[in-house]
């Protein structure tokens, strides 16, 4: 075991894949020389060369185009989109092409390939360098995306996508890169996707969350546990596919379920889990299915007072499991 | 007529020596022509028999098309077409059959099932980039799959091909400018038809030429007239070579002639005058060709008889096969849409397999 922060394992991840696979290569901005602008890629380049690891031109479009006609031809690449909030541009290509060719081929033609992008808030980044925009995404079949919380599962979760076959957004929150540390296994191993983790064991209210918003929610379990409020956190890990089992069983056991999300409420993820939570587990409920998100205001203002207000904290989760407990 | 001992023709008249090419490839080029134009005819007419509810063609475009694929090496070089690329497709390996299987959209259509539209061409073991409705995006999988043959260290060329229109989106910029940085082994075929539906070029290009967009990028822009088989094989030839030995993309431009209306569900005398579509009849390339062969002493009234025959019976076989296929079952319509059983959402309450998961491709 060795002590890693998020973004080590992430780079320990790609590392070791490149090492393993030559067919996996680097593409993005900044990803060379400079390791990218969060040092996500630092020393590949060093190692790798100008081959596998290419710095490209300011065209986001292209990078996601391009990994996806490199990976017809045989390739696994991994592309780096700077800020998840600069991916629109490749919408068009994540969309119509990466997540269709598959089902339009009949299985003839395969896109494995990663799409990594830094992602979130309460970074000081303002309204383009904070957005969630994973419901853009889990709302299309034929793409998997997935949203670490541990060291150990960026590391695991990472590895998984590389060696996937189909296209996989992976979603990295920014303040997560570096203060968040866990032990990480120095062997070789994976974090299949489509598991969730239950985080915390509790009887009282499952409280459903990824990326930033699991760690926020754990803070919030235990400002309540003094309360009586017994709260199991389930991490899913992976958005899709999603862990039915884990999120239902969980769900029909305390009979409660609060589902955190850091983007904007309104037709946001979260919603979809409350959506299944409801159908799927209505006759064990004994409160009402709800949700603690961003407010509906199109990004997160940059001023420190108004991004905190924008942002979920602790308090604000631990504040909706104490009014969702009271049923 | 000089055969040799596998009974191959390698006569050559002035006419194919100009191009370094045999009677033989000048013949079988032609018939690929005829072929196309007979099989796009006959889907025309399945349209109005109400028997294919959508049409695209690529009469017109067939000239261009068959020069500039001829060069290439099939099912080793990479095409990512549109959706006027029957020429190519069939000059890339598509089969009559092949063809009208995705017109009718039978489920062993071996392009997508019968999932897409008509006309959306593709093929992973002919190395035909699966065609998609959204123009030009296919450029930057050719740029791709270049980049790919180039780390790899293999010489296979890629080409996209798109019309005017689509030459416009943003896609194309950043293809070229990234395929010229790294000198990729890649050619962009403009088939400028001169019009994007009914907006005329004039109205969708603030050049008169494609090509002159290519100095932009650095690299070569060639203008072929798409009437001119044989030019625009050598254009095609040319740019094979540049591209194979190192030396970068090039941007084609094949001025071609749209004979039918965009789609079958497109009216062109509502925005084109009668003397605007007399100048298009003037540059079909079929009876051009035709010409040119006949006047060379390559095309005989025997040749021509014998291959209207073989294609008369082609579209038939292809026609009839086509329509007794079956559609595909919709309980296979939630398959393909991940690798692995995992990914798949469970299927609605309706569906024939309810509550199951959709499996993935069969193994
Ligand atoms: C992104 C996108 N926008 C609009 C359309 C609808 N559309 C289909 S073909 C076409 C015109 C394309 O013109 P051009 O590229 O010149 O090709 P042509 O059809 O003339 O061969 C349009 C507008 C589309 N398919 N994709
Ligand atoms: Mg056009």
Request: some cysteine; charged content about 25%.
């Amino acid at each position: 075991m060795t002590t890693r922060t998020l973004i080590e394992a992430i780079r320990d991840g790609l590392s070791e894949e490149m090492r393993r696979d030559p067919t996996v290569v680097v593409m993005g901005e900044d990803v060379g020389k400079k390791g990218g602008v969060f040092l996500a890629t630092d020393g590949l380049w060093a190692e790798f060369g100008d081959n596998r690891v290419i710095d490209t031109p300011l065209t986001e479009s292209m990078i996601v185009g391009t990994s996806i006609g490199a990976a017809l031809n045989g390739l696994r690449p991994v592309a780096e989109i700077q800020f998840a909030d600069f991916i629109h541009p490749a919408f068009n290509q994540i969309v119509s092409e990466a997540a269709r060719l598959r089902y339009r081929t009949q299985g003839g033609f395969a896109v494995p390939m990663v799409i990594r992008a830094p992602y979130g808030g309460g970074v000081h980044g303002a309204l383009y360098h904070s957005q969630s925009v994973e419901a853009f995404f889990t709302h299309v079949p034929g793409l998997k995306v997935v949203v670490p919380s541990t060291p150990y599962d960026a590391k695991g979760l990472l590895r998984s996508s590389i060696r996937d076959d189909d296209p996989v957004l992976f979603f990295e929150h920014k303040r997560m890169y570096r203060s968040v540390r866990g032990d990480v296994p120095d062997g070789e191993y994976t974090v299949p996707l489509g598991r969730a983790a239950i985080r915390r064991q509790g009887r009282q209210v499952t409280l459903v969350a990824y990326g930033l918003m699991v760690a926020f929610g754990l803070e919030a379990a235990e400002q309540v546990a003094g309360e009586g409020i017994d709260v199991e956190v389930v991490d899913l890990r992976s958005l899709r596919p999603l862990d039915r089992e884990t999120l239902l069983g969980s769900v029909r056991k305390t009979g409660k379920c609060l589902v955190a999300y850091e983007d904007n409420r309104f037709g946001g993820y979260g919603a979809e889990i409350a959506a299944i939570v409801a159908e799927e587990a209505f006759d064990f409920l004994d409160g009402p299915v709800s949700r603690i998100a961003g407010p509906d205001v199109p990004a997160m203002p940059y001023n420190h007072v108004l991004e905190d207000w924008f942002m979920l904290s602790p308090a604000k989760i631990a504040d909706a499991i104490r009014r969702l407990a009271a049923y | 007529m000089t055969v040799t001992g596998d009974g191959r023709n390698t006569a050559t008249s002035p006419l194919a020596a100009s191009a370094g090419l045999t009677d033989d490839d000048l013949l079988a080029m032609y018939r690929t022509v005829l072929l196309s134009r007979a099989i796009d005819e006959r889907m025309w007419v399945l349209n109005r028999a109400g028997k294919a509810p959508f049409v695209i063609s690529g009469q017109g475009h067939e000239g261009a098309q068959v020069g500039l694929a001829w060069p290439l090496r099939r099912g080793y070089d990479w095409i990512a077409p549109f959706y006027r690329s029957i020429t190519t497709c069939l000059a890339f390996g598509m089969t009559a059959r092949d063809l009208m299987l995705a017109q009718f959209a039978k489920a062993s259509d071996v392009s997508s099932g019968g999932r897409q539209m008509p006309g959306h061409y593709g093929s992973m073991e002919r190395h035909i980039v699966s065609v998609s409705s959204p123009v030009a995006t296919q450029i930057l999988h050719a740029v791709g799959i270049a980049l790919a043959s180039r780390i790899k260290g293999e010489d296979a060329v890629s080409v996209a091909i798109m019309g005017e229109g689509s030459s416009n989106q943003g896609d194309v910029h950043e293809g070229l400018n990234f395929a010229a940085i790294h000198r990729l082994p890649f050619i962009l075929v403009i088939e400028n038809n001169g019009y994007a539906i009914s907006v005329p070029a004039e109205k969708e290009l603030s050049v008169k030429d494609v090509a002159s967009r290519a100095s932009g990028y650095g690299v070569p822009g060639v203008i072929v007239d798409g009437t001119d088989v044989l030019a625009c094989y050598r254009a095609g030839r040319d740019a094979v070579e540049r591209a194979r030995s190192g030396g970068g993309p090039t941007l084609i431009e094949a001025k071609v002639t749209r004979l039918t209306a965009h789609s079958s569900d497109d009216q062109q005398t509502k925005y084109r005058s009668e003397d605007d579509l007399a100048q298009g009849r003037a540059h079909d390339p079929l009876p051009i060709f035709r010409e040119q062969l006949r006047d060379a002493g390559v095309l005989t009234d025997e040749l021509e008889a014998s291959m209207a025959d073989e294609i008369r019976s082609i579209v038939e076989d292809a026609t009839t096969f086509a329509e007794g296929e079956p559609d595909a079952e919709p309980s296979t319509a939630l398959d393909h849409v991940y690798g692995d059983a995992t990914g798949a959402e469970p299927a609605p309450p309706w569906h024939p397999s309810a509550g199951a998961r959709s499996e993935g491709p069969a193994a």
